[in-house]
């Protein structure tokens, strides 16, 4: 059981978050920032797109640590029919007893 811990402990994750129905898009001035007790660091957007005739943004952002706290700050007055979020990252294979990210499921 431990193994499946120590997989998932050496695993980078992605944050997925979608805004569907919405009027924002890649070019709007929105940000991600962690939270911690005593300060707020903006995390870096590693993909914006916008698909279904630009009605959903799609973004990705790395997680620096597994236990966050993280707030999606969306200026202005645009419309958000539905919002759906995700991690994701790649698969992990034990290697020499230690755990280690498959190298053909890592982000790029």
């Not at 431990?2 to 695993?11: A, G, K, P, T």
């Not at 929105?30 to 957007?45: E, K, M």
Request: charged fraction near 15%.
């Amino acid at each position: 059981m431990q193994l499946i811990f120590d997989l998932l402990n050496s695993q980078p994750f992605t944050l997925n978050i979608d805004l569907v129905q919405t009027a924002f898009n890649c070019q709007d001035s929105f940000y991600v920032q962690r939270v911690t007790a005593y300060a707020t660091i903006q995390l870096p957007i590693a993909w914006c797109q916008t698909t279904y005739n630009n009605t959903t943004l799609s973004l990705s952002i790395l997680l620096p640590v597994h236990t966050i706290s993280a707030q999606l700050i969306l200026p202005g007055v645009k419309t958000i029919g539905a919002i759906r979020v995700g991690l994701s990252g790649p698969s992990a294979v034990e290697e020499d007893g230690r755990p280690k990210a498959n190298p053909r499921d890592e982000i790029e």
